[in-house]
């Protein structure tokens, strides 16, 4: 992992950048020049990011397309990116998922209404420059730097082109995280100074040779306390049960590309933090909390699917979903395996594409009907067929049916969790009754929107579908049926980094046998 | 009898700045008599050329590291880094004063030889290295600023701020002449590096020396306390700030911050490290106190801050807490070893905040109305609609001042945090991060009046050119301090109190 020269990865870093700029030299006026500004450079940025899968050599489980510049030199800190198997399909998931939400947004008629447009567009650009830079920063502190900055655009997303409550939702969604975050800061700083070093690598290399010692017997060690101070800013983010409640007014005021995003990304900022830091950073502390943050997944995993069955507001259902399904991701991470591991970060991809995809399907019946509750559809399949046959799909995919991606990240989960040393047999057991529950309220959704008789007049003369939303939602529809089918690339493109990182972390689980 | 100093021994060079300041100072004062009444701005323009001047002049002894006037002043990097932020804030305070002192009809030549002499005092307190010059230079800096808050002649608020800021500013260099009275009593010097010297000998021998000291380093600190306005010395800061004419608050509110924190940090780091109750003590004996201090200033601050409903009052609370946060720097220097990083923390922060406070009150002045009203949060609804660029600007200062990356704010806050953990005062830093959060209450309400509150936008017609430009500098500055935070670093790196020490 030398340091040489200008990497890809940079590059992908940067082009959402390169848009940002070229965005604030274009004038409110040329509304479709900022557009397709905006389409482009996204679109660039997805094919560039290609190129690292491409380029991503499988085998090796460290960083590749390593680049590392000063930044605060006498801080010990620096500009250091770099990709393994865990960030490279998330930086794919954050590149696929940004053309679809910007080109959702083209025909969003809160943008007409409210204007801003520019605004509106460089906020994208900002926020998929931060999100990338969250998964690729391998400095403590440039990963907090992203980490913060993802919040900014969003909060301005939410504020000013929500729905009714928006300033609300936006404020709280702001300070919550924010609130999280900063205890995250001190942690950095603490593991910092104890380190002389940023560097991630630098930092879990020593922590794996003894060099460096964050003392971790019992459940308030210092490396406990330090393992929590990372956790609850990624907690917050997932969010973990019961740090959810920003969580349905974020989604349910944001707008459409909004709470794309926030689902198909930002949710997993969280889940890919507790992987990247609190695992291979404080192995004893994660092997201890293992049991109790299980806990609070399995209940977010049984409260979201709950709660989501209660609701009649189509949006909050699946916000609420995304409490459940991140609890299954939560679980699969805290299994302290393999499966567990490498399932739980396909689940990441897969929710992000599902998800966003109900939260594009919900966008364009608002569309169509400016309401969100449920009662007012029925039958919406015999109005708009072919929308309705990807619903069918979308739905089918996030309860997790066999042959869809779904599908195999939870199958994945369910048996690290109960092959797990440190979960086991009761906590499958009770995510398994969360699977079910999940077909429930999804299914209960279907039915409620898309089946029974189009009985009601606004319903029976809905616009046909644009061949712009087609353009959205075919990409999901084919990234489900990949992956559905063929998930065999995508679990050899992290193996040997989930591998390698497993293998640091059950030195510290006491009752395992070790093997020489 | 007396020794007269040589040429060598006065080393004027390296106290160049500050003295080309003055002079030019005393000349324009004069030069002024020869300005027509309405075109006061020329005496403004010749008063930056002169901040110019200094600004080149202190760039070229940055890396001088000598004393002047025989070890009472002393040139080194940081002096130099807080010459900076000093002149920077004293020019820009000058570009934001032209045309509002004209549109609030109190234009006057003496103004900006007033506020001249301010910046010098601040300069000579920045370099000061003797307790007696901090004192010359204190009251060189209070007495022009006592008369410029006062400034707005006929508004019984501007004259409430004058006042009290002279009454309560008298109080306080009292009691900074008083602690430089008992510590001479007990070390026999005013000299910083002289303190340090015989410090040792009165820690290791005990007694009576012992207590004076302590009791005299207690009331520097109530002195520059005021100064600097921390908690229990702040309550002159929010009536003064909503009373002075606005320009003058953004120059002082960083100005005069820095120059007493300049002052502070060199008693403490240079003359007081090892004042120690017992000599086996580990840390010094008035870091609890400052520690405490900080504290204390953190929660009021930013507490008071969050009921607060008009910018100029919020800002001033505001001012108040990002006091506290340097103070953690201060305390940090506490535990031998960490003056050095504290400093630099100190510093950039220093650097930091001049540029966003500045820059926050650009706005804040740009929407105020010419009879002083027109400051409350509510007069900043709609304004990224009538002004973008001006809402643009006024959001980053108040995402610096929350401490979010990317702007000056958060690499402020990183190095005094890192100061503040590597001395051991976990809680403090704890305090710290708690307190920030509770920041961005206040300042997101900033930002959601401007973008996310429905309404018809000010047209901020205060936002003349020089305004604007002062604006755009402040802009530059917070940003470039956020994104490429080597370039300050680069300077502060140089900063090496504790070479002082034989």
């Excluded at chain 1, 960030?87 to 943008?111: D, E, K, N």
């Excluded at chain 1, 459940?219 to 330090?226: D, I, P, V």
């Amino acid at each position: 992992m030398e340091a040489t020269g200008f990497s890809l990865l940079t590059l992908v870093l940067f082009l959402p950048m390169v848009g940002f700029t070229i965005l604030l030299f274009l004038r409110e006026e040329q509304a479709k020049e900022i557009r397709w500004t905006a389409l482009g450079v996204s679109i660039i940025t997805f094919v560039a990011s290609l190129l690292l899968w491409v380029g991503f050599d499988q085998n090796e489980p460290g960083l590749q397309f390593v680049q590392k510049w000063d930044w605060l030199p006498s801080y010990g800190i620096s500009y250091f990116v770099g990709i393994d198997g865990l960030s490279l399909l998330l930086v794919i998931l954050t590149t696929f998922i940004m053309p679809l939400a910007i080109l959702s947004s083209f025909r969003a008629h809160v943008l007409e209404e409210r204007g801003r447009q520019k605004l509106y567009y460089m906020f994208m650009m900002l926020l998929e420059w931060a999100m990338i830079g969250v998964f690729v920063a391998q400095d403590l502190v440039i990963f907090y730097v992203f980490w913060e900055v993802t919040l900014v655009p969003m909060y301005f997303l939410i504020g000013i082109w929500g729905a009714e409550k928006r300033v609300y939702a936006a404020v709280k969604f702001f300070l919550y995280t924010m609130a999280g975050s900063i205890l995250m800061l001190l942690a950095i700083l603490y593991v910092g100074l104890q380190a002389g070093t940023f560097s991630l690598p630098e930092i879990i290399a020593g922590v794996q040779n003894g060099t460096l010692v964050f003392p971790g017997d019992g459940l308030f060690s210092t490396q406990s306390f330090l393992f929590l101070g990372f956790l609850i800013a990624f907690a917050i983010k997932v969010p973990l049960w019961p740090f959810h409640s920003w969580l349905p007014d974020a989604h349910v005021q944001a707008p459409t590309a909004g709470s794309v995003i926030l689902a198909g990304v930002m949710l997993k900022l969280g889940t890919y933090g507790i992987v990247r830091f609190c695992l291979p950073m404080f192995p004893d502390a994660s092997v201890q909390w293992a049991p109790i943050v299980g806990t609070l997944a399995v209940i977010g995993i049984i409260y979201g699917a709950w709660v989501s069955y209660a609701q009649t507001d189509f949006k909050k259902l699946v916000a609420y979903s995304s409490v459940s399904h991140l609890g299954f991701v939560v679980l699969g991470i805290f299994a302290l395996n393999a499966q567990g591991i490498a399932g739980a970060t396909l689940q990441m991809v897969n929710h992000g594409i599902s998800t966003g995809g109900l939260f594009l399907l919900v966008g364009m019946l608002y569309e169509r009907r400016h309401t969100k509750d449920m009662n007012a559809f029925g039958g919406i399949w015999k109005a708009l067929p072919l929308f309705g046959g990807i619903s069918l799909l979308v739905t089918l995919s996030s309860m997790g049916l066999p042959g869809l991606n779904g599908f195999i990240g939870e199958f994945s989960i369910l048996m690290g969790t109960f092959g797990s040393d440190v979960l086991g047999f009761f906590f499958a057991l009770v995510a398994t009754i969360g699977v079910i529950l999940s077909a429930v309220y999804l299914l209960y959704m279907f039915q409620k929107v898309y089946m029974g008789e189009l009985d009601k007049e606004e319903n029976k003369h809905l616009e046909p579908l644009h061949w712009q939303e087609i353009a959205v939602l075919v990409p999901i529809v084919i990234a489900i049926l990949v992956i559905g089918l063929q998930p065999a690339p995508f679990f050899a493109s992290m193996d040997a980094t989930v591998g390698a990182l497993v293998a640091q972390v059950r030195e510290h689980i006491p009752t395992v046998v070790q093997v020489p | 009898m007396f020794h007269i100093p040589t040429l060598e021994e006065l080393n004027l060079i390296g106290a160049l700045p500050a003295i080309a300041l003055a002079a030019w100072a005393v000349i324009l004062l004069i030069l002024d008599l020869f300005v027509p009444k309405d075109r006061k701005q020329t005496t403004a323009w010749l008063a930056i050329g002169g901040i110019a001047f200094a600004f080149v002049a202190n760039l070229l002894v940055f890396n001088n590291n000598s004393d002047a006037f025989s070890g009472l002043y002393r040139a080194d990097a940081f002096t130099g880094m807080l010459n900076i932020a000093i002149l920077g804030s004293s020019a820009l305070g000058i570009l934001l004063s032209m045309d509002y002192l004209k549109r609030t009809g109190m234009e006057r030549g003496e103004y900006y030889v007033l506020i001249l002499l301010a910046t010098v005092g601040m300069m000579f307190m920045a370099g000061a290295n003797d307790l007696i010059v901090v004192f010359v230079a204190l009251e060189l800096l209070s007495i022009p600023l006592y008369v410029l808050s006062a400034f707005r002649t006929n508004d019984l608020k501007s004259e409430e701020s004058g006042l009290k800021y002279f009454i309560l500013g008298a109080f306080a260099s009292a009691f900074y002449v008083y602690g430089a009275a008992l510590i001479y009593g007990a070390t026999g010097t005013t000299q910083l590096v002289e303190i340090f010297s015989s410090i040792s000998v009165a820690v290791s021998g005990g007694g009576q020396s012992v207590v004076l000291l302590l009791l005299g380093s207690g009331l520097l600190l109530v002195g520059l306390g005021f100064k600097v306005a921390v908690v229990p010395f702040h309550t002159w800061t929010p009536d003064v700030y909503e009373g002075a004419p606005t320009p003058l608050v953004a120059f002082m509110s960083v100005g005069s911050k820095a120059a007493g924190f300049a002052a502070l940090l060199r008693i403490m780091i240079v003359g007081l490290p090892t004042l120690m109750v017992e000599a086996t003590d580990l840390v010094a004996a008035w870091q609890t106190t400052v520690w405490l201090i900080a504290a204390a200033t953190l929660i009021l601050g930013n507490f008071v801050a969050l009921s607060q409903t008009n910018i100029k009052r919020l800002l001033a609370y505001s001012s108040i807490a990002h006091a506290g946060y340097i103070m953690m720097a201060v305390a940090a220097a506490g535990t031998p070893g960490v003056g050095d990083m504290a400093a630099r923390g100190a510093l950039i922060y220093i650097l930091a905040y001049t540029f966003t406070n500045i820059g926050a009150f650009a706005v804040a002045l740009a929407i105020e109305k010419n009879d002083g009203t027109g400051t409350d949060l509510k007069d900043f609804i709609g304004l990224s609609r009538s002004r973008p660029i001006l809402a643009l600007m006024m959001a980053v200062f108040m995402l610096s001042l929350t401490g979010i990356p990317l702007t000056g704010g958060f690499i402020g806050k990183w190095v005094v945090f890192q100061a503040t953990l590597d001395a051991g005062l976990v809680p403090l830093a704890v305090i710290g991060v708690l307190t920030s959060v509770v920041s961005a209450f206040y300042y997101i309400r900033v930002v959601v009046n401007m973008y996310l509150a429905d309404g018809e936008g000010d047209p901020a017609a205060g936002a003349t050119p020089t305004v604007n430009w002062a604006t755009y500098i402040a802009f530059a500055g917070t940003v470039l301090i956020g994104i490429l935070p080597m370039l300050v670093t680069a300077l502060s790196d140089r900063v090496v109190l504790s070479a002082l020490i034989p």
